[in-house]
């Protein structure tokens, strides 16, 4: 489960917030309280396995769980491409408010834009913005034209 999150050496390889996009799509539904309860959960999650101080992810993924609720219900999202984009623009809030949380509570240095923060928030995106495609594709018509076309 360490090479999911930050912990892991191998962070590069796999660079996506697979708990941030649980929280997006929670927020999807557009109660704020199970966002925010699906963001704490999964930032526990995230902390217990790469954190030194348990609670900076899951107070990130908390505010951003609400964030992403009032976005999904004020806006409409114009497809695959603006979600991708708002993942990856709450990717790069996480980081920084943990950033701004371990330089408050752990006085480690601030640094918020970082390239793995960069290359995370894209990575995020680009799976976020692909799981949207496919949650909003037609498989049934889809599956139903090409059994069609495999019997002629």
Do not use: C
Not at 96 to 109: E, F, K, T
Request: proline share 2%; hydrophobic share 60%; charged share 15%.
């Amino acid at each position: 489960m360490e090479y999911l999150v930050g912990g892991s050496a191998h962070r590069s390889w796999l660079p996506i917030d697979w708990f941030l996009l649980a929280t997006a799509a929670v927020a999807r539904g557009g109660d704020f309280v199970r966002a925010v309860i699906a963001g704490t959960f999964g930032g526990l999650i995230e902390d217990t396995l790469s954190q030194e101080i348990v609670g900076l992810n899951a107070f990130a993924k908390a505010i951003l769980g609400y964030a992403l609720t009032i976005v999904s219900l004020r806006i409409v999202f114009g497809g695959a491409a603006a979600v991708g984009a708002a993942l990856a623009v709450a990717s790069l809030a996480n980081e920084a408010i943990v950033a701004v949380l371990s330089g408050l509570l752990l006085h480690a240095p601030m640094v918020i834009l970082t390239r793995a923060a960069i290359a995370r928030a894209i990575a995020t995106g680009i799976a976020g913005g692909a799981l949207e495609a496919a949650w909003v594709f037609p498989w049934g018509e889809w599956w139903k034209r090409r059994r069609l076309r495999r019997l002629r």
